[in-house]
């Protein structure tokens, strides 16, 4: 797997305060840069800056944070992709605050894209916006793509990634039907601060 993928168990000291708050927002569907997401909630709630510091090595600038709670039956706007949509992110971490539920198994899926040969979105200079529409295509199946990585779900594993790196929930399907037995999760996007 790709050396800037960085997996952390026991993140969080406060991981059941973090999973409780994360069970009490409403995840009704929102809009984020004009696409519907499901399962969202928490805007800004929650950003552990110093102990993301620590894990880097450089000093950690917040640029967006999110509670995520996926549940049997949810569609994704976007299935396989990358987080460069969010302005400004050079880096995302996912917590995750539950288990799947022993019989199952949840996590998240890093893929490359056969055809380019690419496991992350080049830079603007080398790249096309008719690649990036490219990509949004490919990305709705997994045919163009061959797994590249994965980090199984853990309650209190982090998992930090650089933005530009394609990757996806894995499996397509979630678990749960509700915050309190969901696939909850903490997602935080950030780059180096100065
Ligand atoms: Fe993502």
């Known amino acids: 797997m790709d050396k800037t993928i960085i997996v952390i168990d026991g993140f969080a000291p406060d991981i059941d305060g973090v999973a409780d708050a994360a069970r009490s927002l409403d ?17 800004g709630m929650y950003f552990p800056a110093a102990a993301l510091s620590d894990a880097m090595g450089f000093r950690v600038a917040p640029v967006e944070t999110i509670f995520r709670c996926g549940i049997v039956g949810d569609k994704m706007a976007v299935w396989i992709h990358n987080d460069l949509g969010v302005a400004g992110a050079e880096w995302a971490a996912i917590l995750y605050l539950t288990d799947p539920p022993a019989h199952d198994s949840s996590g998240t899926a890093f893929w490359r894209h056969v055809e380019t040969g690419l496991v992350a979105q080049p830079s603007a200079d080398s790249f096309s916006p008719e690649m990036a529409q490219q990509f949004n295509i490919d990305g709705q199946t997994m045919r163009p793509w061959q797994m590249d990585g994965y980090v199984a779900m853990r309650k209190n594993r982090l998992v930090i990634y ?11 399907r979630a678990f749960g039907s509700s915050p309190a037995d969901g696939r909850l999760i903490w997602v935080g996007f950030f780059r180096e601060g100065k």
């Open 162 to 172: 650089p933005a530009n790196r394609f990757h996806s929930r894995w499996p397509y």
């Open 27 to 43: 995840y009704s569907p929102m809009v984020y840069e004009g696409v519907e997401y499901s399962g969202m909630s928490g805007r």
